[in-house]
């Protein structure tokens, strides 16, 4: 059985930064992108960051420049980086993993992230 565990989450102000921290546990041969998702009281949940097994990186525009992500690959650790936090990027934030080769999705149990203005 595969788990992730995420941790980092907590309140700060405005402006300020947060880095949430994902690791995998279990019978893992690899995962092929692992990342992060965010959801907001009453809207669906939404991407935020995804790496693939060889580092490429997506971004939503909303996140672009403020977040970083990374990952490694040896401890099945994903990390995000968030600088210049806004109220807006106040959610739940899940970790995700995709193993290979079976394509089956994997999900944290959230971590909460709130900004205050």
């Known amino acids: 059985q595969v788990q992730l565990v995420e941790s980092g989450g907590g309140l700060v102000q405005a402006g300020g930064s947060l880095r949430l921290s994902c690791a995998a546990s279990?019978?893992?041969?690899?995962?092929?992108?692992m990342g992060w998702y965010r959801q907001a009281p009453g809207k669906q949940r939404e991407l935020v960051a995804s790496i693939t097994f060889d580092g490429v990186i997506n971004y939503p525009d909303s996140v672009k420049g403020r977040f970083t992500a990374s990952r490694d690959n040896a401890k099945n650790t994903v990390y995000l980086q968030m600088n210049s936090l806004k109220p807006e990027d106040t959610a739940v934030y899940y970790c995700n993993a995709v193993e290979w080769p079976t394509g089956r999705y994997y999900w944290g149990q959230g971590t909460q992230v709130t900004v205050s203005s």
């Open positions: 279990g019978r893992i041969f690899r995962f092929n992108a």
